[in-house]
């Protein structure tokens, strides 16, 4: 926390995990303080000595709160939904929470920890192909196998979002998730319930505050 | 659930995540069904139409209980917890708590899915390898990096076990992590404190009944 008080998180703009926790801090309306932390400036900002003391893991995001540290966006989504459960993010019925535990996790541990950015540099090192074709394909595979499941598993699991009518943490792993998607040029058609669910997240403000291209570190030429 | 009214068990002896649950039902001393679903066998059982149609992720664990199915092993024990709280495998301090999910985390999201056999067999087709030391480096590089973090976060976290002195989520994770990490002969000698909680755990019942070489499916050569 900062000399104020406010927490402080340590984001990258272009991190679909920091951006689970933007979205959570905007919808629960918690004021705080940005440190971008650049994953590829430098050498990766997240190898400096200091980040690795605040975070031995070398990723972000990164939570200063209440005087603790908390790494993994989820464990941080639940500490904030625990200490500050107000709009809620997870619904009431256990059932329910179930559900979206089984998103989160099918999201945050079946898709993007194979496709993110260290991942496909060590896929590229073993492949000896640093071609973008390679990565792409690799990208796509991971993402369009975890999309078959959630498109079907959300045909029973959604209304207007995710889990029933409300915003839940399975909602702040989707939009995210459907960016990288995007971004690896993955086929939109088989997932018309994904597709649905994205947009109408996106129209909402919290959204959009905390969109990769409104962040303090965006670069000029990605900002819209 | 059977007709019996107990929950089935979708597990297959060797999956570090179905162990995972597996201790969460010995600790909590929920009776249930087991139906072993081998990964290996039949180019793996789980790609079955009849599974899929239950875990489109085609991953175990999966278990049926109180009329749902639930996947993902964070989330089957998050709903544990919920509809059967003793004994309890969170913390009440949310400080806590936040501590047991991010170490949970670190494991389920940050280690684990990145050395599982289905990725083990992406790298081998990308890398045009299919040599097991191209997989046991692959694996060893996955799992020292997540245990050179986790052996630091345990040093300010841990009491008797991962987070203070009683058995969480977190201890759930680790132990099968460890038994993977033995598997692709990970060097010990720099994780005291991982070895010592681990040690400790595998001494409880818990964790020796839900053990690989105990289950209804270990293959008669693997069992101890």
């Not at 990723?59 to 989504?77: C, E, F, M, N, Y």
């Not at 839940?168 to 058609?189: G, H, I, S, W, Y």
Request: net charge positive; with cysteine.
């Amino acid at each position: 926390m900062t000399e104020s008080g406010k927490p402080i998180l340590y984001s990258y703009f272009r991190s679909s995990c920091s951006w689970r926790v933007r979205i959570a801090l905007a919808l629960k309306g918690i004021d705080f303080e940005m440190v971008p932390i650049n994953l590829i400036k430098d050498g990766g900002q997240q190898f400096s000595k200091d980040f690795q003391a605040l975070n031995p893991m070398k990723q972000v995001p990164t939570l200063k709160i209440d005087g603790i540290t908390i790494h993994q966006s989820l464990a941080i989504i639940e500490y904030l939904e625990e200490t500050r459960p107000t709009p809620r993010l997870l619904p009431q019925d256990p059932k329910k929470r179930a559900s979206v535990r089984m998103i989160s996790d099918l999201i945050a541990s079946g898709i993007q920890p194979l496709q993110n950015l260290s991942i496909l540099k060590k896929v590229g090192e073993v492949s000896k192909d640093l071609r973008e074709e390679t990565h792409l394909t690799w990208a796509q595979n991971v993402i369009t196998s975890g999309f078959n499941a959630l498109e079907q598993i959300l045909q029973s699991t959604a209304g207007k979002y995710c889990v029933g009518d409300e915003v839940t943490m399975a909602d702040l792993c989707l939009v995210p998730q459907v960016v990288n998607a995007e971004r690896f040029k993955v086929d939109f058609t088989p997932y018309p319930t994904i597709s649905r669910i994205n947009k109408r997240l996106l129209a909402l403000e919290a959204f959009q505050v905390s969109h990769p291209c409104r962040q303090p570190d965006t670069p000029t030429e990605l900002r819209a």
